[in-house]
């Protein structure tokens, strides 16, 4: 897959809280609905990508625009759940029945992986389960 350009309907098992309502929004950066979350070394928030220097937070629960040349707060507030959310897949290192209950690392904003795609290994959580239609279930690693 590709990072998101709009925002994604991504379902959703569970969610045991919200995280990061106080948190700014990377400079220039438009964090789409339904989209993985990271935060950098400076804890303002970005699209998930596998990018050295970030760790997951959570999904995004609305559409987050910070226009700045600055990290800023945006109104409202960020919003991210923690819980067990449903990815996208693909490539040669694609999930399978064979990785349940194991890591999975981030590609983009909508893409796990079995393996790390690069040194970054960006950590999405757990593979939960595996729906018929292909669709990865991912338990966020902050649970």
């Known amino acids: ?3 998101l350009i709009e925002d994604r309907n991504t379902q959703r098992r569970y969610v045991e809280r919200i995280v990061g309502d106080d948190a700014p929004i990377a400079a220039n950066t438009t964090v789409w ?5 990271c935060s950098d070394a400076t804890g303002a928030l970005r699209p998930a990508a596998d990018v050295a220097g970030l760790t997951f937070v959570g999904v995004a629960q609305l559409r987050m625009v910070n226009p700045s040349g600055v990290a800023a707060r945006v109104k409202p507030a960020a919003r991210c759940a923690v819980g067990v959310h449903k990815f996208t897949t693909t490539g040669a290192n694609a999930i399978t029945a064979a990785d349940l209950q194991k890591s999975c690392f981030v590609i983009d904003d909508q893409t796990v992986v079995r393996q790390a795609g690069t040194a970054n290994a960006i950590l999405a959580g ?3 389960s595996i729906d018929p239609d292909g669709g990865i279930w991912v338990k966020s690693p902050n649970l």
Do not use: I, L, W
């Open 1 to 3: 897959m590709t990072a």
């Open 33 to 37: 609905n339904g989209s993985m979350v």
């Open 126 to 128: 757990t593979v939960d």
